[in-house]
Nanobody
Framework: QVQLVESGGGLVQAGGSLRLSCAAS????????MGWFRQAPGKEREFVAG????????FNADSVKGRFTISRDNAKNMVYLQMNSLKPEDTAVYYC??????????????????WGQGTQVTVSS
């Protein structure tokens, strides 16, 4: 059992930056690959970025490639999403997710076992 809590969302102007944080419970954080997903009203939950348990490998969705960076600090049980050059279409609830099997990340939300409650990111034009 892993509990995830996101923070760092808020209102930001287009072109600005935000850093989302996800705090995880437990003593086996590195045993989980982590991901960030987002969901806007009326849309499916979509993959944003993923990272393996060790942090050695990351993968970003095309929509955020070059703008967002996922990272983790296993000593602090934290995963982050640095979001730069934000666009109005980035507006969504952002979710932190964890999956068993730390060696591989996934862009499929069905592969993830644990989810946070989400944090709202709103980007104004």
């Amino acid at each position: 059992q892993v509990q995830l809590v996101e923070s760092g969302g808020g209102l930001v102007q287009a072109g600005g930056s935000l850093r989302l944080s996800c705090a995880a419970s437990g003593r086996t954080f590195s045993a989980y690959a982590m991901g960030w997903f987002r969901q806007a009203p009326g849309k499916e939950r979509e993959f944003v970025a993923g990272i393996t348990g060790s942090g050695a490998s990351t993968f970003n969705a095309d929509s955020v490639k070059g703008r967002f960076t996922i990272s983790r600090d296993n000593a602090k049980n934290m995963v982050y999403l640095q979001m730069n050059s934000l666009k109005p279409e980035d507006t969504a609830v952002y979710y932190c997710a964890g999956k068993r099997q730390s060696l591989y990340s996934s862009m499929n939300p069905r592969d993830y076992d644990y989810w946070g409650q989400g944090t709202q990111v709103t980007v104004s034009s």
